[in-house]
């Protein structure tokens, strides 16, 4: 379908070029809050807030679009002061693009406090036990009330590696159902964007019957749900490489819950364009610093005395040395305040963001000059010290599969 004949949206995606090479697109999403470049990565902001990052500190990585989640918004500020402040972007002062998850996905993670029917996702407060009824009509109400740019349909989720192939079937089936009824409640299409999404398990078939069916609605993006909940990444690469075959070219093809780095850019090579993950904010929690070589503890002695950035040439606020307006943090000084004081994970937050902001940014540039298939052949040969059988053989063979082989020399 051509970018004339889709139906009215509140986004434009701009395709500048494919990879002649793999399945990898760069494109220019417009969305209601400005423009993002695919393929891209958004940082979780779950509660509407990123932990450890002030607005500010967010939007100097270069982020224009990160993610807020509809369910705890529903229960903790409320629909009501979400009204009556004006929605999500003016209480967390944020000014550029916003994406919801519906809420489908703490039928996984909230399980033991969810019973889900035709009507609905009948949850327990995690706050104070109340029980509080999330149906597609409340999740677009809610998720209208926050005023995202791209908010998500309620999907019936199940986790990849339930042996229940019957449930896995209902659960696309209903998701089907339920984007009807969402688009049927959605009052603001002019302003907000709705994303189907597709689920299926690790079935190819049912994937394929999903996709079918969400195309079909022809709503402004897709999103490919359901994964990256403990699935062996084989798999998790045939779903992901089967759906991108059935999606429309000039529609945005987002993989939700995707952070680590090798996953990203295996899944941009797949065809795939945005990912959304926690675990950058998470693991700098844990004194863990993203880098190009690898995830290094900072908590461990042997930084006590390190007196280097915590990346070397890295460009963020953290690891710019003062010269540079940046603020010239060393890895002995997160090594000594990330155990005991918070700064030190709040600065890794930021270092760890910019890393996966920057890392798809380099993507895109690589894959916009026809060099993507070098771009990869040279981040694994970084990240694994040149070392090709450390390689994951999951991310060998399914690079094999787009025509790039990790293990042979340019």
């Known amino acids: 379908m051509s970018p004339a004949e889709q139906s009215p949206s509140a986004l434009t995606f701009d395709l500048v070029t494919r990879c002649t090479t793999t399945k990898a697109r760069a494109a220019t999403l ?3 809050h400005g423009p993002v470049q695919l393929p891209m990565f958004m940082p979780v902001a779950t509660q509407a807030s990123i932990k450890g990052l002030t607005p500010k ?16 918004l529903g229960l903790k500020p409320g629909q009501e002061t979400l009204d009556a402040i004006g929605g999500a972007h003016k209480l967390q002062s944020w000014p550029h693009n916003i994406l919801t998850d519906s809420g489908g996905f703490q039928m996984v993670s909230l399980l033991e406090l969810a019973q889900v029917t035709e009507e609905g996702v009948r949850f327990l407060s995690p706050h104070d036990g109340t029980p509080m009824l999330l149906t597609p009509e409340h999740s677009v109400s809610l998720q209208n009330s926050i005023g995202s740019d791209i908010i998500m349909q309620l999907d019936d989720v199940i986790a990849t590696t339930s042996p229940d192939h019957a449930r896995i079937e209902e659960a696309m089936h209903r998701s089907v ?21 597709i689920q299926g398990g690790l079935s190819l ?50 993989v939700m ?4 780095p090798e996953d990203i850019l295996v899944s941009i090579a797949l065809g795939a364009d945005m990912f959304d993950c926690v675990w950058p904010t998470r693991t700098a929690r844990f004194g ?34 003062p010269s540079e307006g940046g603020l010239g943090i060393t890895r002995a000084y997160i090594h000594h305040t990330t155990a005991k004081e918070t700064v030190g994970a709040h600065l890794l937050s930021i270092h760890n963001v910019y890393h996966l902001l920057e890392m798809v940014r380099q993507a895109k540039t690589s894959i916009i000059e026809q060099r993507f298939p070098a771009f990869l052949k040279a981040y694994f040969a970084k990240l694994y010290d040149g070392n090709k059988t450390k390689y994951p053989k999951w991310a060998v063979d399914a690079l094999r599969g787009v025509g790039v082989d990790l293990m042979i020399e340019e």
Not at 57 to 72: I, V
Not at 212 to 227: F, K, N
Not at 257 to 260: M, N, P, S
Not at 290 to 312: C, S, W
Request: proline share 5%; net charge neutral.
């Open 30 to 32: 417009q969305l209601p």
């Open 57 to 72: 500190q967010l939007e100097e990585t270069g982020c224009k679009l990160c993610l807020n989640n509809t369910y705890h």
């Open 177 to 197: 159902r339920w984007l009807d009824r969402c688009i049927e409640a959605h009052k603001r299409p002019e302003s907000q964007n709705l994303f189907c999404i």
């Open 205 to 254: 078939e049912l994937r394929k019957v999903c996709c079918r069916e969400m195309v079909a609605r022809d709503t402004p993006g897709i999103a490919i749900g359901g994964l990256s909940g403990g699935e062996a990444k084989t798999e998790y690469c045939k779903v992901v490489d089967t759906c991108t075959g059935l999606l429309p070219e000039y529609k945005p093809r987002y």
């Open 257 to 260: 819950g995707v952070g680590y």
């Open 288 to 321: 863990n610093a993203i880098t190009n070589t690898g995830t290094h503890n900072l908590k461990n002695a042997a930084y006590a005395y390190d007196f280097q950035p915590v990346e070397e040439g890295c460009k963020c606020t953290c690891c710019r040395p």
